[in-house]
């Protein structure tokens, strides 16, 4: 056991150095990645300095960054070092979920410390406090947001973005956002969060798959008064360039520990529910979110054994249990949303209620989910339930659009 945790661990570290696409011989998954080779490249925010670095002259600034702010046209730089380079007067660096290289764990503490190669301050947004305190702000003009998001509602960055928000606009200071293209961002699905189920993992009344880029929903977090308060914050988004919502996107750099390629990125939405069950999704192993199963022969011909992986998954589930289930990785990449996966799994569990635990319901952001699986709907009847609120929302989604 110990050879093998060895020899993923050395993978993991070797594959870590840039962010691969999904390796399938799927032909379709082949033509959309050729299909990011165009004669215009696509922009994020901080690969546009030219708009955004008079904006910062004589600023103090706080960033709020993690491993995937870079600059695609400066060979990956990260903003931080390309920012000093200009001169940029950065006071310190505001850290989400994963830590500021992303190598912590999901729901790990990440702790307040020093970077060594800067000596700047790095000051959590994911340890005693997900909301920059007032003195925490009080040395700096501007704060600046960049970080990939996924297009999900359960990834947290977008929480961490909803309380910086909140907190500069309680301290006056203007937010900067560098927006990037949401990977999931073709689409709009899956059931709204309901009243009374608000958590980290869901902080707004929109979809799973919002169908929105971090810009676009700091726009609709301000226009449907969503802060505390009913506070405003003062937003200045530095937009992508030559970029649609149509548009596929593979991303330079992993997001997350456990969303290694875009596949698992694109699965992410639908194999995410398992976190709400005791099935394994791959954690523990070099290719999580895509393969689901559990230490029983009836879920599945595939095999996997999840093991402890450092920077990648310390305590993954199942872990040092041979697990069998499904391999998802021919999965094409227009993969959207569903809940065949989830249904199919409760089905050969056969164990009613006990399939799920206490993290389901904030996941789905509404119980309906989980009533209507214990009911025995099929998948059709279940979007019955939550249609007329997507309806509504993708009313909603449309005054904040920045992007075709």
Excluded at 50 to 55: F, N, S
Excluded at 133 to 144: K, Q
Aim: hydrophobic letters at 35%; glycine letters at 8%.
């Amino acid at each position: 056991m110990k050879d093998i945790k060895l020899i993923l661990l050395l993978t993991f570290l070797f594959g870590n150095l840039t962010f691969c696409t999904n390796r399938s011989d799927s032909k379709e998954n082949e033509q959309k990645m050729d299909s990011l080779d165009t004669a215009n490249p696509i922009l994020p925010g901080a690969d546009r300095p030219q708009v955004y670095l008079p904006k910062l002259k004589d600023k103090r600034v706080a960033l709020a960054v993690n491993q995937t702010s870079v600059l695609t046209q400066k060979k990956h730089q990260h903003l931080v070092d390309f920012l000093l380079e200009e001169g940029v007067a950065v006071q310190k660096v505001f850290v989400p979920e994963h830590g500021f290289r992303g190598d912590a764990d999901a729901g790990e503490k990440v702790e307040n410390q020093v970077d060594p190669q800067t000596g700047l301050p790095l000051v959590s947004l994911y340890g005693d406090s997900k909301k920059p305190s007032r003195e925490a702000l009080s040395d700096v003009d501007v704060v600046l947001f960049d970080i990939q998001d996924v297009g999900v509602r359960f990834y947290t960055f977008i929480s961490t973005l909803h309380y910086l928000m909140e907190a500069c606009a309680e301290q006056g200071k203007p937010l900067m956002i560098m927006d990037r293209p949401n990977p999931n961002g073709d689409y709009v699905d899956g059931p709204v969060l309901q009243p009374g189920f608000e958590s980290f993992v869901g902080m707004h009344p929109i979809p799973v798959v919002h169908g929105l880029t971090v810009g676009e929903l700091a726009q609709m977090i301000n226009g449907e008064g969503w802060l505390k308060n009913g506070v405003q914050a003062e937003i200045d988004i530095i937009e992508i360039d030559q970029w649609k919502h149509s548009d596929p996107y593979a991303l330079p750099i992993k997001p997350s520990p456990n969303l290694p390629n875009d596949l698992s990125i694109r699965l992410y939405p639908s194999l995410c529910y398992f976190e709400g069950t005791n099935i394994s999704l791959g954690r523990g192993t070099l290719f999580p979110f895509q393969v689901y199963g559990y230490p029983d022969p009836k879920f599945g011909d595939f095999t996997f054994t999840p093991v402890s992986i450092e920077g990648m998954s310390k305590n993954p589930p199942q872990q040092d249990k041979l697990c069998y289930g499904k391999d998802l990785r021919s999965e094409p990449l227009t993969h959207q949303f569903t809940l065949k996966y989830l249904l199919e799994a409760y089905r050969i569990a056969d164990n009613g209620p006990a399939f799920f635990n206490n993290f389901f319901d904030k996941l789905a952001g509404t119980d309906a989910l989980r009533k209507a699986i214990l009911n025995g709907d099929n998948e059709s009847e279940i979007r019955e339930y939550w249609k007329e609120d997507l309806d509504q929302y993708l009313q909603m989604r449309a005054n904040y659009l920045i992007y075709e």
